[in-house]
């Protein structure tokens, strides 16, 4: 079974540019999170849907981020417009959403972000 | 709000050494606590977990025990290998009410090299 895919995995973009994450979590899985990792703040929540609707965005930096989840299947992270600060390795992982936060979440390989 | 700190590297232990990595929580409620592991260009994989106090996690030779009256959560290995060189995070998940999938808080991470 394939486990939480994300693309691109790599992104190289200019200051101002709009970047878009994308993610399909595991199929059957209800619960999906964004994490970002730097060097300076570790591994941060953004945000997290359950059964496709945003419950916490709590973690997200400010109005430039975006995130959606048209369906149980995808999943979007939006910078826009992008800044070097952002630079980081950005996570995707999936729960199956029914045993809370007992819930072991997957992750995918990640998508590493260069704002030049 | 919850936090997790763990010992910060890198570590450096010869091979067949045994292996502590502290690690403290601070939360409300009745967390759920992980090990997760990174190898270097990779996710995340869940290593162990624990979900109630008293509870042992092991997985591969690496063991932890949750303690809630010293909340701690510390991963040992009587025996590591060059193949256990990685990055360790310890991650608790708030709520622990069972309802709903939550977010994990990371530890900043430990940096284990073993050497032959």
């Known amino acids: 079974d394939a486990g939480v895919i994300q693309s691109p995995r790599h992104e190289v973009t200019e200051m101002g540019q709009e970047v878009t994450l994308r993610c399909k979590p595991i199929?059957?899985?209800?619960?999906l999170f964004w994490y970002r990792q730097t060097m300076m703040r570790g591994l941060e929540l953004l945000i997290y849907?359950?059964?496709?609707?945003?419950?916490?965005d709590s973690g997200m930096p400010e109005d430039r981020f975006s995130a959606k989840m048209p369906n149980a299947s995808f999943s979007t992270l939006k910078i826009q417009p992008s800044e070097p600060r952002d630079s980081a390795v950005y996570f995707c992982?999936?729960?199956?959403?029914?045993?809370?936060?007992?819930?072991?979440?997957?992750f995918g390989p990640g998508t590493r972000l260069l704002v030049l | 709000g919850d936090s997790v700190t763990q010992m910060e590297g890198p570590v450096t232990l010869s091979e067949e050494a045994f292996l502590t990595i502290n690690c403290t929580y601070t939360?409300?409620?009745?967390?759920?606590l992980f090990w997760y592991v990174q190898y270097p260009g990779e996710g995340l994989q869940l290593l162990l977990k624990?979900?109630?106090?008293?509870d042992k996690g092991s997985n591969k030779g690496f063991e932890a025990t949750y303690r809630k009256e010293t909340t701690s959560f510390h991963l040992e290995k009587g025996s590591v290998q060059v193949s256990d060189s990685a990055v360790y995070f310890c991650?608790?998940?708030?709520?622990?009410?069972?309802?709903?999938?939550?977010?994990?808080?990371f530890g900043k991470g430990t940096h284990l090299i073993i050497q032959p």
């Open positions: 849907f359950n059964n496709n609707v945003p419950i916490d």
């Open positions: 991650a608790l998940s708030g709520k622990g009410t069972g309802g709903g999938a939550d977010g994990l808080t």
């Open positions: 199929s059957g899985h209800n619960s």
């Open positions: 939360a409300t409620g009745y967390p759920s």
């Open positions: 992982a999936s729960s199956p959403g029914g045993a809370g936060a007992r819930e072991t979440q997957y």
């Open positions: 624990a979900t109630k106090a008293d």
